[in-house]
């Protein structure tokens, strides 16, 4: 009798510790330089009054961060969607132009951080510091190059060393955890908390993290040959943990700042003003770990800031450059502004604030697109928004926008 063979099954799907890395890069962009500035300035300014806007605005990112996984195991990243989905080509290349110029302000934020970090580290110039964090991050770029596991590996150890350095802060800081909890939930804003507010929530919502995150979990789909159902379950899973790591994060450097330099008689309204008045509160060992846990937070934002331009440079132009020689265009124009404005001598946080500020008028860009899409039935197939979804999504994008409208009102009109 002729034996029956039973059809072949697909290799077992991967774990998810396998598939999981990802959301950790995409999760330092909640963690970068411009969070650590504005986070320090609230806790040193207003104590532990604005932690509620850090679980706001780490809550809303979580949901446009699973909207923009979600597109990317639909089989698209968000840039691609914009350019099969706009037929003109002018309008398209006019996209693209803003888009980097969203990822110029995010990168030039990220940037500043290793400068900064060197120079408190090393005492390098921070002209001289430019140079060497370049180099850094192509180094790191070079060594994983179509190696994204290697990457993922090196920002669970970027993660591990923010995280673990914010964790010995707060142990020397000695917060009021009765505080903590208490203001966690009760919302507060007036007229002199609102600016900081807002620039917490703007410097959370990160244009470049809305456009990799498609763009990861759709090579990553491509490289596992993962089904929907699983990679969605997955990328759930990883979405949450990686951002509510990165939201605890920064609530700890909030909550550091706020136990350390509140009410000290001595302002503390910049980073370097953060590093300089630790050692004489808790010792220089206390200074040197803030300052590695900046400097790992520059490097690993960074990176993502120049993967996100890749992934934006592939799908909206036909260049045909490979994956290195992309990346160091990448990195050099966003490079170059920063450069000039140390030349002509523009403290560091100025930098910072003026990105800030382009960063919160350029939010739109990824975000109306990314919750317009995501909620086409004909483009997401089975993966589309429930109505809840959408609705949440858009109340979000609106509190944001709203924030962000009074930031540029404060910043050019007060």
Known sequence: MKQIIPPLKFLKEPSFWAFFGSGLIV??????????????????????????????????????????????????????????????????????????????????????????????????????????????????????????????????????????????????????????????????????TILIAVGIIGATVMPHALFVHSWLLKEKRKLFKISQETAMKYHIYENTFSLIIAGFINAAILIMAAAAFYNIGTPVATIEDAYKTLTPLFGQLASIVFAVALLAAGVSSSITGVLSGQSIMEALTDFKLSQMMRRLITRIVNIIPLMIALLLNIEPLQILVYSQVVLSMLIPVPLIPLLYYTAKKDLMGSLVNRPLTTIVAVIFGIVILCFNAFLIYSTFFT
């Open 27 to 192: 999760s330092v962009a909640y963690m970068d330089p411009g969070n650590w500035g504005t986070s320090i300035s609230g806790g040193a300014q207003y104590g532990y009054k604005l932690l509620w806007v850090v679980w706001m605005a780490s809550i809303m990112a979580m949901l446009f961060q699973y909207l923009s996984g979600k597109l990317g195991i639909a089989g698209y990243s968000l840039a691609e969607v914009i350019k099969i989905r706009w037929k003109d080509k002018r309008l398209v290349l006019g996209y693209w132009l803003v888009a980097e110029l969203a990822i110029l302000a995010t990168d030039m934020a990220e940037f500043l951080g290793i400068v900064v970090a060197l120079h408190l580290l090393f005492k390098v110039p921070y002209f001289i510091g430019t140079i060497f964090a370049m180099a850094d991050v192509l180094l790191l770029l070079l060594l994983t190059r179509n190696r994204f596991r290697i990457l993922e590996y090196a920002f669970i150890v970027f993660v591990s060393v923010i995280g673990f350095g914010y964790v010995y802060e707060i142990f020397l800081a000695k917060p009021d955890f009765g505080a903590v909890a208490a203001a966690s939930v009760t919302p507060f804003l007036d007229g002199q």
